[in-house]
Every structure is written in C-alpha cells, then in structure tokens.
Nanobody, 124 residues
C-alpha cells in the first residue's frame, strides 16, 4: 500500500486556502480510515484531522477546527484536506495516513500506512 500526498510545495500567504490530496494505491480506501498529521520544524508530529468510514465522523485538532475540512472520494481512492484561512503556524510537512480502524483517531499507532509528506509554507 502506498500513499502519495500532493498539493503543497509552494508558499502561500496568511489567509489563503490550499487543498492537499492523498491518493492511495494497492488498497481501496473503502476499507481504510484516513488521517492527516503534520510536523513543524523543531516540533513533534501532531494530529490534524481524521475520518472514520463506518460512522462518517470527522475529527479535527482544536487549532484547525473551523478552518480545515477532511473529505474523501472513494472512487478515486483519494482523501483531501481543504485548508482555509491559513496561518503561519500551519507551516509544516503534512502527512497522510491510513489504517483499518482508527478508534484512537489522533494517535499515530492507529495508522499502518503513511505518505511521504508534502510541505506547506505560509508566509505572514
């Protein structure tokens, strides 16, 4: 199973919007719960957002709630992270992750598969 994240790589300004994509190959995301994490320079990787395919619930870290939206297109085996009203503190490498069951959705151990990360840089 491979996860390919994209959508970052450039520099955006504070207040801008950006959409990240994560395409999964080797397994259908119909059977996977998906998540986004991020790591800022000098910090540990942190949870950003996740979804649960059984309940349809979506989860967000407090510092992105109301600004970020996770969604998926099962037909394309792709999950998205729509980010709005970006702030400089959102600058980080964003990783998508997938696992069969994310009961503890904000914990890295719930996810068996990880993408390589895509850089998001927000200037003030």
């Amino acid at each position: 199973v491979q996860l390919q994240a994209s959508g970052g790589g450039g520099v955006v300004h504070a207040g801008d919007s950006l959409r990240l994509s994560c395409t999964v190959s080797g397994r259908t995301i119909n059977n996977l719960d998906m998540a986004w994490f991020r790591r800022a320079p000098g910090k540990e990787r942190e949870f950003v957002s996740a979804d649960n395919r059984r309940s349809g619930n979506m989860y967000y870290a407090d510092n992105v709630k109301g600004r970020f939206t996770i969604s998926r297109d099962n037909a394309k085996d792709t999950v998205y992270l729509q980010m709005s009203n970006l702030k400089p503190e959102d600058s980080a490498v964003y990783y998508c992750a997938a696992g069969p069951r994310n009961t503890d959705y904000d914990m890295e151990y719930e996810y068996d598969y990880w993408g390589q990360g895509t850089q998001v840089t927000v200037s003030s």
